[in-house]
């Protein structure tokens, strides 16, 4: 009787222990190349305790529509010009400066001169990001180490994002943020039209919205995805995203020089 009863032990404790194995969240805690967490289980986008890095070589060189297949170089400029049609949803005012702006090699960029770039080109520039999680005022502060060297702040206390006619425009809007399961979502509004989306020079108007999503697939993957919304520049919504790797160490102090005397 009391082997039969050891058996029924061993046996409940291994199917314990099964289970464990197959349970939500047992295979990320284990994995060295899990993505970290908070104690209380939220997700970090940004360094643990003791550890230096940051985000960085992303993974696009310009903006584009997602499941668009055209060629830019590496300053976002199209090696045919024939797509810039295929690039976004353009009103026919938008696809006319865009070409423009592309077929004059982007010689009236505001980077050039030094003013702010739009949230998605920061996040397409080499030279890094860093998310600060202030879980104590509910804000999350992202420091950019590219461009201009600016940085923003998303709003997580639960207030609603204003409408674009009744805040005044600046660079990188007023964001506000929520958590979606591991997803970060920003949704940011109040542009001002002094700063191009892209470096190839997707052009917008102030009654930009743009909503991103940020999440951290694994310690070294960033998911980055962001939909424009400005129907009076683009005749529908629509989406663009890449990926962001991690890289050890500190982001690289720069400063932005016009080269003009």
């Given at each position: 009787?009391?082997?039969?009863?050891?058996?029924?032990?061993?046996?409940?404790?291994?199917?314990?222990?099964?289970?464990?194995?197959?349970?939500?969240?047992?295979?990320?805690?284990?994995?060295?190349?899990?993505?970290?967490?908070?104690?209380?289980?939220?997700?970090?986008?940004?360094?643990?305790?003791?550890?230096?890095?940051?985000?960085?070589?992303?993974?696009a060189t310009s903006l584009v529509e997602k499941g668009v297949n055209v060629a830019f170089d590496a300053n976002g400029k199209l090696k045919n010009i024939a797509d810039a049609a295929k690039v976004a949803p353009f009103q026919p005012w938008a696809l006319a400066l865009?070409?423009?702006?592309?077929?004059?090699?982007?010689?009236?960029?505001?980077?050039?001169?030094?003013?702010?770039?739009?949230n998605p080109r920061q996040m397409m520039t080499p030279g890094g990001v860093r998310f600060i999680q202030d879980n104590n005022y509910q804000r999350m502060y992202m420091i950019f180490g590219g461009g201009n060297h600016?940085?923003?702040t998303i709003y997580m206390d639960g207030r609603e994002a204003?409408?674009?006619d009744e805040v005044t425009g600046t660079f990188l809007g007023l964001a506000v943020g929520k958590w979606e399961g591991d997803t970060l979502?920003?949704?940011s509004t109040g542009f001002n039209t002094r700063f191009w989306m892209s470096n190839g020079g997707?052009?917008?108007?102030?009654?930009?919205?743009?909503?991103?999503?940020?999440?951290?697939?694994?310690?070294?993957?960033?998911?980055?995805?962001?939909?424009?919304?400005?129907?009076?520049?683009?005749?529908?919504?629509?989406?663009?995203?890449?990926?962001?790797?991690?890289?050890?160490?500190?982001?690289?102090?720069?400063?932005?020089?016009?080269?003009?005397?």
């Open positions: 009787m009391k082997i039969r009863n050891h058996k029924k032990a061993l046996l409940a404790a291994a199917l314990v222990a099964v289970a464990s194995l197959a349970a939500p969240g047992f295979a990320s805690a284990a994995s060295p190349n899990a993505a970290p967490r908070y104690a209380d289980g939220k997700i970090r986008l940004d360094r643990v305790p003791g550890e230096k890095g940051y985000w960085d070589k992303p993974g865009y070409k423009f702006r592309q077929q004059n090699n982007f010689v009236d960029d505001p980077m050039k001169v030094c003013i702010g770039s739009g600016v940085w923003r204003p409408n674009a979502v920003a949704v997707l052009p917008h108007t102030e009654g930009l919205t743009l909503t991103e999503r940020f999440k951290r697939v694994s310690k070294d993957v960033l998911d980055y995805e962001v939909t424009i919304d400005d129907p009076r520049t683009y005749t529908r919504p629509w989406k663009a995203g890449w990926t962001l790797r991690w890289v050890p160490g500190d982001i690289q102090e720069q400063f932005c020089e016009t080269g003009r005397e």
